[in-house]
């Protein structure tokens, strides 16, 4: 894997990443100057290659985080540029907003308590994906929670298409509205409150956001609890499995397929998903050791499970 040449198509790799962030980020990935861009294609020119100097060795956990990074770059891609990502934002908020009608129009029906949604944050109503593409440029494809809490505290989270016109709406119908997040409650907690307001977001308090305050567990069945107590939650709405009242917090990928399997009734109705194919717990489901594994395991995983 150290040879001479593997490293060599390494670095052009994260010069080519650099040149598809600077098009995705509009010429520049967070403060990175980006490599010449052909106007025909979007990819990284370099002029007389062959005169570059020799590239320093890579780690292979270098590596093995280049590695991650190509592998998201298509996902973002397609996030940040596709029709059919914003047309799916627009479709989950569409069917949340016809619940809240079906659930209003039949009081007799409900627990007569309040009326509530209950959602996740990233990548459920706020983007971040301007900040992963400068993340990959980097050569960086591993989102861990240092990441996230640096990246959160920024403040710099953009809207979903169509986010900020739905929540005000669900506002307007008297329906409260609970962000049920995992940003870090300590460290997170002012900041996404500024990045919220900013956006233009309704019930931005301390009522309504609920974010992780216990680093031991990460599952929200406990803050679902505590919001169902008083209210009577019309539906739950997420990028991730976690994000739904399904218990499916560190089950493997059978016992997570099984419970999805369990409640395909409710999906659409209470439950709505948001798709995120660049991270989430469906990528730590693949396998137990999948973001450790060396380079060479990670590629022979990747033809097992595209194959089995």
Same mark, same amino acid.
């Given at each position: 894997m ?8 390494n ?19 967070w403060g990175h100057a980006?490599?010449t ?6 990819a ?6 062959? $005169?570059a100097?020799?590239?320093l060795?890579l780690?292979?956990?270098?590596i093995?985080s280049q590695?991650?990074a ?6 973002l891609?397609w ?7 914003r047309?799916l934002c627009?479709?989950?908020?569409n ?5 809240i $009608?079906? @659930?209003?129009?039949?009081?007799? @029906?409900r ?13 459920t ?5 301007r900040?992963?593409a400068a993340?990959?440029? /980097?050569g960086?494809? =591993? ?7 640096g990246?959160v505290?920024e403040g ?7 986010a ?7 506002? =307007?119908r008297?329906v409260?509205?609970?962000?049920v ?5 300590e460290?997170n ?5 500024r990045?919220l307001t ?6 931005v308090d ?5 974010l =992780?305050?216990d680093l ?5 069945e406990?803050?679902?609890d505590?919001?169902?107590?008083d ?8 990028d991730?499995?976690?994000?739904l009242?399904?218990? +499916?917090?560190g089950k +493997?990928?059978?016992?997570?397929n099984a419970?999805?399997?369990?409640a395909?009734a409710e ?7 948001f798709?995120?194919p660049?991270?989430g717990?469906?990528v730590s489901?693949?396998?137990? /050791?999948?973001m450790t ?9 990747y033809g097992?499970m595209l194959t089995?």
């Open positions: 150290n040879t001479w040449n593997t490293q060599w198509k670095q052009w790799k994260k010069t080519l990443a650099l040149g598809c962030a600077a098009f995705l980020l509009g010429g520049s990935a980006a490599p861009v052909t106007a025909a294609s979007g990284a020119y370099v002029e007389n290659p062959q $005169d100097p020799m590239p060795p780690t292979e956990e270098e093995s590695q991650l190509d592998a998201e770059y298509m996902a891609l996030m940040r540029t596709s029709a059919e990502y047309a627009y479709q989950g908020y069917a949340a907003l016809m619940a $009608d079906r @659930a209003q129009a039949n009081p007799v @029906a627990s007569g308590k309040p009326l509530a949604i209950v959602l996740d944050c990233d990548e109503v706020t983007d971040n994906t900040a992963m993340s990959v440029a /980097d960086n494809g =591993r989102f861990d929670a240092p990441w996230w809490r990246t505290h710099r989270s953009e809207a979903l298409p169509g900020v016109e739905f929540l005000n709406e669900v506002a =307007r008297g409260a509205i609970f962000y997040s995992n940003r870090w409650s460290i907690y002012e900041p996404t409150v990045n900013a956006l233009g977001f309704p019930s301390a009522e309504h956001i609920l =992780r305050d031991k567990r990460s599952d929200k406990p803050r679902f505590q919001i169902a107590a209210y009577d939650v019309v539906v739950y709405m997420g991730n499995m976690g994000d009242p399904l218990y +499916t917090s +493997t990928r059978t016992e997570r419970a999805i399997d369990a395909k999906f659409g109705t209470q439950y709505i998903v798709p995120n660049v991270y717990a469906w489901a693949l396998a137990k /050791d999948y594994m060396s380079p060479e395991a990670r590629e022979d995983f097992k089995e």
